[in-house]
């Protein structure tokens, strides 16, 4: 299968390319809103890069929120032009998912990986993820909430507590009494990757198969805790 996947949820805008298991070409731009203007070209320079022509493309995933609004309406149109393109498959990855993921080889079993975006003032988007021996299985579900309200979303922790993601730093703080210790990745050591964007989208078309290109929409968490932003068509 060849995979072509695409990280607009964040500041990072990203593009990968994924043939089976392994990742063929990847490139990132990690700068806030460049999206609109360089997300096409960084396809068209990826697949020219792996001499891949776009025909050939089975699927395209997308990562699907929650997180930037701009950015994720950037991406998901993006998706769904290439798919209709080219006839691909179209499957969206959770954002928070898909971040969490990257610490699945240095994590042990039983720890729970906290991936945490930027909302509002004092507010994130957060998602937690236990990691088992046969990958990672939700461990609270992905939210928006005020920092102060994580340690009672988060819940129980047996094992170490992983933050990773441009929110961790305003909320290791409430969550430093969470499980047996803490580490907090640095979001510049680890930012958002396409390339996994493309492996939890692969896994995603196997288990749960593609989405409705016609009728997908991004994750967008709205949460009781959460204001909603107003829109930037309004």
């Not at 990968?16 to 809103?33: C, G, I, K, Q, Y």
């Not at 203007?37 to 022509?53: I, N, S």
């Not at 990691?131 to 990672?136: E, I, K, L, Q, Y």
Request: glycine share 8%; net charge negative.
């Amino acid at each position: 299968m060849l995979l072509l996947a695409l990280e607009t949820a964040t500041s990072t805008c990203g593009v990968a390319l994924l043939h089976n298991d392994s990742v063929l070409a990847e490139t990132h731009l990690h700068r806030p809103r460049v999206h609109a203007e360089r997300l096409t070209p960084l396809v068209d320079a990826l697949l020219a890069q792996a001499d891949t022509a776009p025909g050939v493309l089975d699927a395209v995933a997308v990562s699907m929120g929650p997180g930037s609004y701009t950015g994720l309406r950037i991406g998901v149109s993006t998706a769904k032009g290439w798919a209709l393109a080219t006839d691909a498959q179209l499957v969206g990855v959770p954002t928070l998912a898909a971040y969490a993921a990257r610490l699945r080889p240095i994590a042990a079993p039983g720890d729970v990986v906290c991936a945490l975006l930027e909302a509002r003032q004092d507010e994130v988007y957060a998602g937690a993820f236990r990691v088992s021996p046969d990958g990672m299985k939700e461990h609270a579900s992905t939210t928006a909430l005020p920092v102060d309200a994580l340690s009672h979303w988060v819940g129980s922790v047996d094992g170490r507590l992983w933050l990773v993601g441009d929110g961790a730093p305003k909320a290791s703080g409430a969550l430093a009494e969470v499980g047996t210790g803490q580490t907090r990745v640095p979001h510049e050591a680890l930012p958002p990757s396409a390339s996994w964007v493309a492996r939890r989208g692969r896994r995603r078309l196997a288990t749960q198969g593609a989405d409705d290109v016609a009728g997908f929409e991004p994750l967008y968490v709205k949460n009781v805790h959460a204001t909603p932003a107003p829109s930037p068509f309004a």
